[in-house]
């Protein structure tokens, strides 16, 4: 079930460059600067260039540590002292109550009941105290809002937050800086803090990039968003890429509006085979959610289909990449279900 949310953003100010500097400068010393990689075997598949920026070898296993780390570390002490509560589907869970630890302070998770059990482990290994809620937008909401109300505690939205979106958009800004020729970055969309903080991070350091989202066509509510203009919500999703079930905010649709190029829809059987394929090829583990951003380009036609080649080398384009983590229950593996 979908609708169509009225919010029109029409003040919204994103966060400047400055504050994705200082976000980087804050949480660099916590986090990896992740590397980038290639594969022959992967860009003969689609005749094109492949650089991947390997967020699932974050610490807790993805991307979300940047922005949960400089939320909360740029809180005052009296606010950390509340604790921290959030909602998750497993991935941010793990980022904020790592990074509350890193701050002596309590986290409390809402999540849905059927999260993966790798990501529910990993939240409790980091000290996190978890509030399970049904597996559906309005209800996270609901138990989030009751949770904070009981425990006082201080919000770090997921993706509805300034200073979440400043600290994704480091994964960018470092990919840019080590690579500033790349035609396009692609990565996967859901509430969209990492496609918006892709989009101010890559921009910021080259403002004719190419900014391209990819999104499981059966959570498909930042495409429709962006082709009616209209933000829409998706209630609940049953798409394997589990930590691409949430909806665009009235924040990230501003960014996306304005800088993304256009989203890109992958069925089920495409996430799989492509995340199989990168263990294969790239011997590295991405779940169902990272090869998203991967898997629409893997055929000459799809990437010859976004006008990409018109290098003044003559060569393949280059394309970027952000696999966004890594965290799956290796008990019950995409491919052997």
């Known amino acids: 079930m979908s609708t169509a949310l009225s919010f029109e953003p029409t003040n919204y100010q994103p966060p400047a460059w400055e504050a994705i500097v200082d976000a980087h400068t804050r949480i660099a010393p916590r986090i ?6 290639a594969s022959m075997s992967l860009n003969a598949l689609a005749d094109a260039r492949f650089f991947f920026k390997c967020e699932n070898l974050q610490k807790t296993g993805s991307f979300k540590i940047r922005g949960a780390a400089n939320a909360i570390l740029s809180l005052s002490n009296e606010q950390a002292a509340r604790g921290i509560v959030t ?3 497993g991935n941010h869970g793990a980022a904020v109550a790592c990074a509350a630890a890193w701050r002596g302070v309590p986290a409390y998770i809402v999540m849905p009941r059927n999260a993966p059990k790798v990501k529910i482990q990993a939240i409790e290994a980091y000290g996190g105290k978890i509030t399970f809620c049904e597996p559906k ?4 909401k609901e ?8 425990t006082g505690a201080h919000l770090v939205h997921p993706y509805d937050d300034d200073r979440i979106i400043a600290g994704q958009a480091t994964a960018a800004k ?12 692609f990565a996967p969309v859901s509430g969209g803090g990492l496609l918006s903080g892709t989009c101010l991070g890559a921009i910021g350091i080259r403002k004719d990039i190419r900014i391209i989202g990819c999104e499981p066509a059966r959570a ?41 190029d256009r989203i890109l829809l992958v069925t089920e059987e495409e996430i799989i085979a492509t995340a199989r394929l990168v263990w294969e090829r790239m011997k590295i583990i991405v779940e169902p959610s990272s090869s998203v951003a991967l898997a629409p380009l893997l055929k000459p036609a799809a990437v010859k289909s976004l006008n990409l080649h018109s290098r003044a080398d003559g060569q393949p384009p280059k394309l970027g990449v952000i696999f966004s983590g890594g965290n799956l229950d290796l008990n019950a593996l995409p491919w052997l279900s």
């Open 220 to 260: 498909d509510d930042a495409y429709r968003s962006l082709t009616t203009g209209t933000l829409q919500s998706l209630e609940s999703s049953d798409t394997i890429a589990d930590g691409l079930r949430a909806s665009l905010s009235p924040r990230t649709f501003a960014i996306l509006r304005k800088h993304v």
């Open 143 to 150: 138990t989030c809002d009751r949770v904070q109300a009981e």
């Open 32 to 37: 990896h600067r992740t590397p980038i990689l």
């Open 174 to 185: 470092e990919f840019l800086e080590e690579m500033p020729d790349l035609d396009a970055v």
């Open 87 to 89: 909602q998750s589907s």
């Open 137 to 140: 937008v309005s209800s996270r």
